[in-house]
């Protein structure tokens, strides 16, 4: 069941970017009940795999990677739609390869070693998506226009956050052996 939920958000990733990247293409109310669908299941499919005795290595990596390329693929639709940077995308990309290979060559586990920094990033990368689709509610122009200010400037804060989360994760070998 937990990994239904994930194949759901999986399917989302499509229409939710070119829902982003064209105002056009589908009405406001619709781009943020997908969004927030692809939110519940990323919540739910963790509680479910928990409560069931079916959190596995696998069902995280599918979880994570399907986190990974709905917030890039959501995020690089902001940036084509010139709302947010076009950095962040391509810095995500970054960070999660260095999530997947240090946990998995470096640091040998069997399954992905989180960060403080980095699970938050996670969590954060939803915003912009979310800013976005309130401003494409018809709540009148300044409203939009100040939430893709928003959520420009988190996407900048966003950007700063996984430079750091890199450089932290870069070091942690060396604290480690301290």
């Known amino acids: 069941m937990a990994n239904l939920l994930t194949a759901i958000r999986l399917l989302l990733i499509i229409p939710v970017a070119w829902g982003i990247a064209d105002a056009e293409l589908m009405p406001g109310m619709v781009l943020l009940v997908l969004l927030l669908t692809a939110i519940s299941t990323d919540y739910f499919d963790g509680v479910i795999a ?104 988190v996407a900048w804060a966003l950007m700063l956050s996984t430079i750091l989360s890199i450089v932290d994760r870069s070091i942690a070998p060396w604290r480690q052996h301290e």
């Open 50 to 153: 928990r409560a069931t005795h079916t959190a596995s290595a696998r069902g995280q990596l599918f979880d994570h990677g399907t986190d990974f390329l709905f917030v890039t693929t959501g995020l690089a639709a902001c940036a084509y739609a010139g709302i947010t940077n076009p950095y962040l995308p391509p810095l995500i990309v970054i960070a999660f390869a260095q999530y997947v290979l240090d946990s998995y060559y470096l640091f040998r586990q069997k399954d992905l070693r989180m960060s403080f920094l980095g699970r938050w990033n996670g969590i954060f990368y939803f915003a912009p998506l979310i800013i976005v689709s309130f401003a494409r509610l018809g709540l009148g122009q300044d409203v939009s226009d100040l939430l893709e200010a928003l959520a420009a400037m």
